[in-house]
């Protein structure tokens, strides 16, 4: 029998929630295997329900975390279950969660060539084919404000402006996607552009894609390549 639990007003099977917890705690190792992130900096979340969301604790290293460590919280990021403080950031992923429906997973990384462009400020450019097709175009870098602050959330959610990538000044980067596995491709892809952006900045500069073409590789991924992926469309 699959036991249920009440959170938020909405009940919500006990082994949905574990799978989120846990595929949490997997994404965390794969964070540091693949230098996205180090120690305890960066968080991961997942919706689990509308306005039920798992969220990494605040100041616990990924190498040891482990499913009960995760937290569960609300829109308003209050915990619901859990014994630990849930990230900083929480109130970041629930405000991206709120502008995004589509969005069913968030990563916030403090990869090493995008946190050097939050760091002058600068967006990445839209100057390779995978970012504009995954992202959409070019990924802004929103105004500077502290962390784990609201305005940090507002600030984010403006830059990114629908798009399933930001930069944060002088902070990191954090991606969305329509699951984990998606999210982790969305920030290497953006590590990827920034550190090819930075490249070009020390030999004269690249040149950006038009938005008209961006918009026509975007859709066309959306329609149709993700379907090719999956097998759906020939």
């Not at 990021?77 to 109130?91: A, H, I, N, Q, V």
């Not at 968030?106 to 002058?120: C, D, F, K, P």
């Not at 969305?186 to 030999?203: D, F, G, M, R, T």
Request: proline share 3%; glycine share 8%; aromatic share 4%.
């Amino acid at each position: 029998m699959n036991e249920t639990v009440l959170l938020n007003d909405k009940e919500i099977s006990k082994e949905i929630i574990l799978s989120a917890r846990e595929a949490i705690v997997a994404m965390g190792k794969e964070l540091i295997e693949r230098k996205l992130v180090a120690g305890s900096w960066g968080n991961i979340s997942v919706k689990i329900a509308d306005g039920v969301y798992a969220v990494t604790p605040s100041g616990r290293g990924y190498a040891n975390q482990k499913p009960e460590d995760i937290v569960i919280v609300d829109d308003a990021c209050k915990t619901l279950d859990g014994e630990l403080t849930p990230s900083s950031e929480s109130k970041l992923h629930t405000a991206i969660y709120s502008a995004c429906p589509e969005a069913k997973a968030i990563i916030h990384t403090h990869s090493i060539y995008a946190s050097a462009l939050a760091a002058m400020r600068k967006p990445v450019p839209a100057i390779i084919e995978d970012i504009v097709q995954i992202i959409g175009g070019r990924v802004e870098c929103a105004e500077y404000a502290l962390p784990g602050t609201q305005e940090l959330a507002d600030n984010a959610v403006k830059a990114m402006n629908g798009r399933k990538g930001v930069l944060l000044a002088n902070h990191g980067a954090v991606c969305w996607g329509k699951d984990l596995a998606d999210a982790l491709m969305v920030c290497e892809i953006l590590e990827k552009a920034a550190k090819i952006a930075i490249i070009c900045q020390s030999c004269g500069g690249a040149v950006e894609l038009s938005n008209e073409d961006a918009e026509i590789m975007h859709s066309f991924y959306e329609e149709h390549y993700i379907k090719r992926q999956r097998g759906e469309e020939k």
